[in-house]
């Protein structure tokens, strides 16, 4: 009886563990060359099936995660390239000029140095970005409102040259979170919605708290926008128009480090066309603690 019990014993051992070392071997031959292979268990319903179609999702995960990763560094090297490239060929244009002037090495300095600012502002963008989804090292006690009127003091000049009307309406709020992004983030909706307007345009900021939240709420007027294409702005490197702008304003990263820095301080964005043109961009945030009524502020950019 014992030898009996124990052959059965290792045969009921050995069928039950079958599937979970046919799982472990699966898994250990995937990487990041073939995340696209799946365990596929079949059979009945069991705790090992379950556990191999969890392990199916996280490898779903991790392949989306690395393909979005493989697309951005693509994305990033090709901004990067284009001022390089212009560079380039600038300095080998005038090199090869066989009547240079001193007004010519002028001009291509001129274009030089701007295409040295377009590739600064793009690598300190991307690096707000790397910040933002690090996640924040520390966080203090942040006056949303201060920050709002600080950002529309800073693009208040831009709407002017352009037209844009600014109106505003900032009620008390605080968080908890990194002043710096999220006077960045401030500054990158207020100037997606300056930038990307109408002539004679208009552009509302609206700062308040609800039901625990800080709301910061941007909305401009603009070309009309499908309703799917709205939300596809927050990923990085996306633009309405296909290409670069014509004026070489925009480097597809905006609101996507908008989305970065709401998602760092545990926030949402909501992003909606409206249906005369342009578009509202919600974002919510912990609020730190209760604050007064708000207090309505009018502001009119000169």
């Known amino acids: 009886m014992t030898v009996a019990s124990v052959a059965l014993g290792w045969v009921v051992a050995g069928r039950v563990l079958r599937p979970l070392r046919a799982i472990t071997t699966a898994t250990q031959q995937i990487s990041e060359e073939n995340l696209n292979e799946r365990l596929a268990v079949t059979g009945s319903a069991d705790e090992l099936k379950d556990l191999a179609g969890t392990i199916d999702g996280l490898l779903a995960r991790l392949q989306a995660a690395f393909d979005a990763q493989r697309q951005f560094v693509a994305n990033a090297s090709h901004e990067l390239r284009t001022p390089l490239t212009l560079a380039r060929m600038l300095l080998q244009m005038t090199l090869t000029d066989p009547h240079p002037t001193l007004a ?181 945030l912990p609020a730190a603690a209760t604050t007064v009524p708000a207090r309505r502020d009018a502001l009119a950019a000169t």
């Open 104 to 284: 010519g090495f002028r001009a291509t300095c001129e274009d030089v140095l701007a295409a040295g600012d377009q590739q600064e502002q793009l690598i300190e963008a991307l690096l707000t970005l790397a910040r933002s989804q690090r996640g924040l090292d520390h966080r203090e006690r942040v006056n949303l409102a201060a920050i709002t009127r600080n950002a529309l003091r800073t693009c208040g000049p831009d709407a002017a040259e352009r037209g844009v009307a600014v109106s505003a309406s900032i009620g008390a709020a605080s968080v908890l979170g990194d002043r710096r992004l999220l006077l960045r983030m401030a500054a990158n909706l207020m100037e997606n919605a300056i930038r990307h307007n109408i002539p004679d345009g208009e552009l509302h900021v609206r700062v308040s708290t609800s039901g625990g939240q800080a709301m910061f709420t941007v909305t401009n007027t603009g070309p009309v926008i499908a309703a799917g294409e709205a939300t596809r702005l927050l990923q990085p490197f996306q633009r309405l128009a296909p290409g670069r702008p014509i004026d070489g304003e925009g480097l597809g990263l905006g609101l996507s480090i908008v989305a970065a820095i709401t998602k760092a301080h545990e926030g949402a964005v909501a992003i909606r066309p409206r249906r005369a043109g342009g578009i509202v961009v919600e974002v919510s």
